[in-house]
């Protein structure tokens, strides 16, 4: 079965600094990969996708993702983040109709 | 077009409660599911249904029952509420054919 790691559990980045958030996987064809979003008291929003192809995604909000086979990883960058970026950050795998997520970085931004 | 719609929004239950957990689509989506998420354990896949009159088990199964009698809602039902029920339900839902799932708000539940 597919899992997904998300191996920091909370990153504290200074405002106008990068960020990068990582994420492994584990499965074995090529995966549909995903980072979504979700700021407090809210729902859950696609930040950008992976299917095949390029494997530097760009998505919204000045994020991307790069997917590396060879490390079976699709971690998500962002290069200045702004206040807003405060929240939680889902790495996803889709399969059979469904999605397997990883357990979430919460991401602080200090001023 | 609302999109996924939730409701409630919120509820506390006392132990043995039964309810129901609403979840509507207004864009004839196939595909519905229900995840729960808690601290530390990201989402977790309840149940789903890939149309009218077909659902499915999912990572989280036991105490929910599901049944999907139309395209648009997919209601999730609580038979006896416990406290390890205690979390915050999502409904997803997606086109047939495609990965990208639209999340409602969210039900944020607590069983005392």
């Known amino acids: 079965a597919q899992s997904v790691t998300q191996p920091d559990i909370h990153i504290t980045v200074s405002e106008g600094a990068s960020l990068e958030l990582r994420c492994n996987y584990s499965?074995?064809?090529?995966?549909?990969l995903f980072w979504y979003v979700q700021s407090p008291g809210q729902g859950l929003q696609l930040l950008l996708k992976?299917?095949?192809?390029?494997?530097l995604v760009q998505g919204i909000k000045g994020f991307e993702a790069e997917f590396k086979r060879s490390q079976s990883s699709f971690n998500l960058r962002k290069p200045s983040v702004h206040w807003s970026d405060a929240a939680e950050y889902f790495c996803?795998?889709?399969?059979?109709?469904?999605?397997?997520f990883g357990a979430g970085t919460t991401v602080t931004v200090r001023a | 077009n609302a999109g996924v719609t939730q409701t409630p929004k919120f509820q506390v239950l006392k132990t043995g409660q039964s309810m129901t957990l609403q979840c509507a689509q207004d864009?004839?989506?196939?595909?519905m599911s229900w995840y729960r998420q808690d601290p530390g354990m990201g989402l977790r896949l309840i149940h789903y249904?890939?149309?009218?009159?077909?659902?499915d088990q999912g990572e989280v199964p036991n105490g929910y029952n599901v049944s999907r009698s139309t395209t648009e809602d997919f209601p999730l039902r609580l038979l006896s509420a416990a406290p390890s029920q205690t979390s915050v339900y999502f409904c997803?839902?997606?086109?047939?054919?495609?990965?990208?799932?639209?999340f409602g708000q969210g039900t944020r539940l607590t069983v005392v």
């Open positions: 997803a839902s997606s086109y047939s054919g495609s990965t990208e799932a639209f």
């Open positions: 499965y074995g064809a090529t995966p549909y």
């Open positions: 864009m004839n989506h196939e595909y």
């Open positions: 992976y299917f095949s192809g390029d494997t």
């Open positions: 996803a795998v889709y399969n059979d109709y469904k999605l397997s």
């Open positions: 249904s890939v149309g009218a009159g077909i659902t």
